[in-house]
């Protein structure tokens, strides 16, 4: 199908971008989640403004003061090309390595695939394990820039806190000592995942990220507890009393039932648990 009609620009700096989103023009940015849903119609923006050429925003990733910046036009490939980043936080490497194939992990961006929002985007599950933040700012705010942290940033199914702003990066702060494991089940090898779970962990610190058992991605701070706090049999106690039916509720499709999906993101949290170092 080919998409409705739309207009589109491609402003070079990032007040026109802001003022093309003041007159209602969707930011594209690598366009592999967007241009996908204009074809089957099932998203029907009137206007694109394209970020490409938009001078401000990134496509470096810096690390200052112990927090990584991902910048707005960061493609998935050039994460998996960064030195530290596999050392550091190889869980978000193997995230953008399960997302697609290379000519989409060339094009898709990292902030793209947080603000597409789908309940199993790679990116916005592993992410939701660091404690990220967005930055964003507003197309009346000058140069004001927000900062949001990943777990308000979901709202529901495919939607975000952003309100009409444009994410400008994200930032990570550096954990001593934090070791993290994504995991996710597919159907086949550059499928959206069908659950997909994230789980980091430092002294005194855990972080349990889950996508594809309710409309957004989520944390689970029940099991996160019982990971500091417990023992083993804590955490199995919390993961099979959260995750059950009623409390979450996965989206419909043909691929499983609710209790297979919870069924597999106990699977793989416990896996990610013992895959995962424990730090000193
Ligand atoms: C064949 C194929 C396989 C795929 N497999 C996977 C997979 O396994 N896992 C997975 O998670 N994804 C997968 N995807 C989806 C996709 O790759 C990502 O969601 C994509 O990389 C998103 O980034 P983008 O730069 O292409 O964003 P776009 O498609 O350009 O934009 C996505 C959304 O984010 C908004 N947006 C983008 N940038 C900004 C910004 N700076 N500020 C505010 N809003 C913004 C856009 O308006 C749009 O709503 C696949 C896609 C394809 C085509």
Redesign the pocket.
Known sequence: MRPAAFTYTRPATLADALRAMAGGA???????????AMRLRS?TPQALVD?AGVAE?SDAITCNDDILTIG?RV??NALLEHASLANEWPWLRAAAH????VQ??N???V???V??A?P?????VALLACDALVT?VAPSHGDGVDRIALSDFFTGFRSHA?NG????SIEIKRRVGARGVYLEF?RQR????LVNVCVVRAAQYARVAVGGIDPMPVRLPEVEAAIVDGDSGDVVHALHENLVRGRHAPPQDHHGTDEYKLGLAVTLIKRALALGEVPA
Do not use: I, Y
């Not at 969707?26 to 996908?36: C, K």
């Not at 399960?98 to 194939?101: H, K, P, T, W």
């Not at 550059?190 to 995942?193: G, T, Y």
């Open positions: 969707v930011p594209l940015a690598g366009g592999q989640s967007l241009l996908p998203a970020l925003l707005a493609t998935h399960a997302l697609g194939d989409v992990r094009l898709g961006t902030l793209g695939n603000c597409w789908d199993r985007a790679n990116m916005a964003a952003l702003r444009l994410a400008t597919s550059q499928d959206l995942a």
